[in-house]
């Protein structure tokens, strides 16, 4: 089972902003980088969000990331149909050895 | 652009093998680590196994340790996953996903789906 912690749905109407925690502990989110991937229904998962705040070339500033602690934040502003997927966080976790992703949130637009 | 073309999935009965390519293109693989993640039909991410840019580093899941060995060939710019005594919780779509940093993966493959089954 995952070590990070996202809660397994949100939603929000066209334009509005939604928010995704992710939980951790020192071991991951607390000591590394925390990064961020979208999955749209039936594709392979694209990175939105690295080294907790960066967004990769073409990502739209509607997205945003940040992190606290052990816990870490993706927004997106402007909601979009086309925002509909899955999205999960990933970080190292340095006691595991092992990379480690989030539970996954779909996100619903209303 | 960055293109990872996964190969060799397919369907294996349980205690069976199967070997898993990426063929990698669009940017120096040799300077890159790489990594396996899965996807169990509806379920959600599951890192398998990492290895440095010079395969000096190498790093599998609990999960599938013992049984699974990923490697790399820099000259060829691709990567494996060996796969053995494979079980039916195994069954998943794998991808190959080249490394940012720790715990960060750039670029992903379309993934090749294996199903072990009897």
């Known amino acids: 089972q995952s070590v990070l912690t996202q809660p397994p749905s949100v939603s929000a109407a066209p334009g509005q902003k939604v928010t995704i925690s992710c939980s951790g502990s020192?071991?991951?989110?607390?000591?590394?980088?925390v990064s961020w991937y979208q999955q749209l229904p039936g594709t392979a998962p694209k990175l939105l969000i690295y080294?907790?705040?960066k967004r990769p070339s073409g990502i739209p500033d509607r997205f945003s990331g940040s992190k606290s602690g052990t816990s870490a934040t993706l927004g997106i502003t402007g909601l979009q149909t086309g925002d509909e997927a899955d999205y999960y966080c990933?970080?190292?976790?340095?006691?595991?050895?092992?990379?480690?992703f989030g539970t996954g949130t779909k996100v619903t637009v209303l | 652009e960055v293109q990872l073309v996964e190969s060799g999935g397919g369907l294996v009965k349980p205690g069976g093998s199967l070997r898993l390519s990426c063929a990698a293109s669009?940017?120096?693989?040799?300077?890159?680590?790489m990594n396996w993640v899965r996807q169990a039909p509806g379920k959600g991410l599951e890192w398998v196994s990492s290895?440095?840019?010079?395969?000096?580093?190498?790093y599998y899941a609990d999960s599938v340790k013992g049984r699974f060995t990923i490697s790399r060939d820099n000259a060829k710019n691709s990567l494996y996953l060996q796969m053995n005594s494979l079980r039916a919780e195994d069954t998943a779509v794998y991808y190959c996903?080249?490394?940012?940093?720790?715990?960060?993966?750039?670029?992903w493959g379309q993934g090749t789906l294996v199903t072990v089954s009897s």
């Open positions: 996903a080249r490394g940012l940093g720790f715990g960060e993966l750039a670029d």
């Open positions: 669009g940017f120096t693989f040799s300077s890159y680590s």
């Open positions: 290895i440095s840019s010079t395969s000096s580093y190498i």
């Open positions: 020192s071991s991951n989110i607390g000591n590394n980088y």
């Open positions: 080294e907790n705040n």
């Open positions: 990933g970080t190292w976790d340095s006691s595991l050895s092992a990379n480690v």
